[in-house]
């Protein structure tokens, strides 16, 4: 996740089970993994964003996959 800006006040994206939080500064990026290593899901990846009190926040995110993308619903299954 990159911001796009800068927040003067709140707006951090929170890691509570990290007990961290990032700042959003323009141009700053945040890189995290929601995989395990082993197929399942990494419960330290659970994010959210703190409330930006003063300001906008605008962030661009990039998903990258380790399989091809089946949309919900798809007669296709993954092999």
């Not at 906008?56 to 990258?64: A, I, L, N, S």
Request: glycine content about 12%.
């Amino acid at each position: 996740m990159t911001y796009l800006n800068d927040v003067p006040e709140g707006g951090q994206t929170v890691f509570p089970q990290l007990g961290l939080a990032v700042s959003p500064i323009r141009g700053n990026a945040c890189y995290f993994e929601y995989g395990d290593g082993k197929g399942g899901v990494d419960a330290r990846s659970l994010h959210a964003s703190a409330a930006v009190i003063r300001g906008e926040k605008w962030v661009m995110t990039k998903w990258m996959r380790e399989r091809r993308f089946v949309a919900a619903g798809s007669q296709n299954s993954i092999r």
